[in-house]
């Protein structure tokens, strides 16, 4: 049975214990990044290949619909002052013409034509998922998210800091505060920050399966420019490849029930000895398998590797010599 399906007194124990064991964790201060800006209009920062096409793509079709409306509006006003009644045109009676009936059945193909073929390549690049160096199983649940790293064989739950799922009211208290400051974040993160976060590496090529565990969620980072519904009886997939180190924030985008709004997604992406200490960290706080195991695993016959491993585990099998 999973610790998160305690009654909510013990869950807000257990989430300030994971507050409190953060100071353990080897990821220092990073800057954040990817976080909504009160009043904003425009995209977060694209730390992703996948994020940068969205970008681009999005001002291309801008400039295409503004062109087409600043031309339908000039005609309509070309023409409601070139042919007014007042200055003694009268109005014809015809059925067709056939040249602008052409003109405006061929000029929309065409437009449409020249979108699809800039939009279809960046949506298979969304689609087409590659082989990942990392592999992160997340799980939806009401209201809070869960993280399974496969590789190694852990996982725990990610809540946000004052969520009702902790015991909490969604009230910005002393407590929330505390509990904010002592994870590294500051008050204008409430509501977007988690007890723990989702760790890759930077460059790293992560691949995240997207389920849900009771009704439909969507996981997104926007700044990743990745999003994915996740369906209960489903295994969606995504990925991505983030550039730049930092904390980045997403919500869950499908509408699941009263405390939908409060959870929230937190990613946090470190260099690779950053990635490995946390990696070691996470192994034990979690009770996964370690680092050499894996990399025995997937080494090939007669590889150092493999007896290093297996020299490390017949280690930690000996019992103690007797007097």
């Not at 409430?190 to 969507?218: K, N, Y």
């Not at 960290?281 to 007669?302: D, H, L, M, N, S």
Request: glycine letters at 8%; aromatic letters at 10%; charged letters at 20%.
């Amino acid at each position: 049975m999973r610790f998160s399906t305690l009654l909510a007194t013990p869950a807000a124990f257990l989430a300030g214990a994971t507050v409190a064991r953060a100071q353990d964790n080897p990821i220092g201060d990073l800057p954040i990044i990817g976080k909504p800006a009160p009043g904003g209009m425009g995209w977060q920062p694209a730390v992703t290949d996948l994020a940068a096409d969205i970008h681009w793509l999005d001002n291309m079709i801008l400039v295409i619909i503004t062109l087409i409306t600043l031309l339908v509006t000039g005609l309509l006003l070309w023409i409601a002052f070139r042919y007014n009644a007042r200055r003694g045109h009268e109005p014809k009676a015809f059925t067709h013409n056939t040249p602008l009936e052409i003109a405006w059945t061929l000029g929309p193909i065409v437009i449409l034509v020249f979108i699809g073929a800039f939009s279809l390549p960046i949506l298979f690049n969304q689609q087409e998922i590659p082989e990942g160096d990392i592999t992160i199983k997340t799980t939806g649940y009401q209201w809070y998210w869960g993280y399974e790293y496969v590789d190694h064989d852990f996982s725990f739950d990610s809540y946000m800091i004052g969520a009702p799922a902790t015991g909490g009211d969604n009230r910005l208290t002393d407590e929330v505060r505390a509990q904010l400051q002592e994870a590294g974040y500051s008050e204008d993160e409430f509501r977007l920050a988690t007890d723990t976060a989702m760790v890759v590496p930077v460059g790293a090529t992560v691949v995240v399966q997207v389920t849900g565990a009771d009704v439909i969620h969507s996981w997104t980072i926007p700044a990743f420019g990745v999003k994915q519904d996740a369906v209960p009886g489903r295994l969606a997939e995504l990925w991505f490849e983030a550039e730049e180190e930092g904390v980045y924030f997403g919500q869950c985008s499908e509408l699941c029930g009263i405390a939908h709004a409060y959870m929230p997604i937190t990613v946090k992406v470190v260099d690779q000895e950053t990635y490995d200490a946390w990696l070691d960290w996470a192994i034990a706080e979690y009770g996964g398998t370690p680092r050499e195991a894996v990399t025995a695993a997937a080494a090939p016959a007669g590889d150092p590797a493999i007896e290093d491993a297996a020299t490390l585990e017949d280690a930690a099998t000996l019992e103690p010599a007797s007097d």
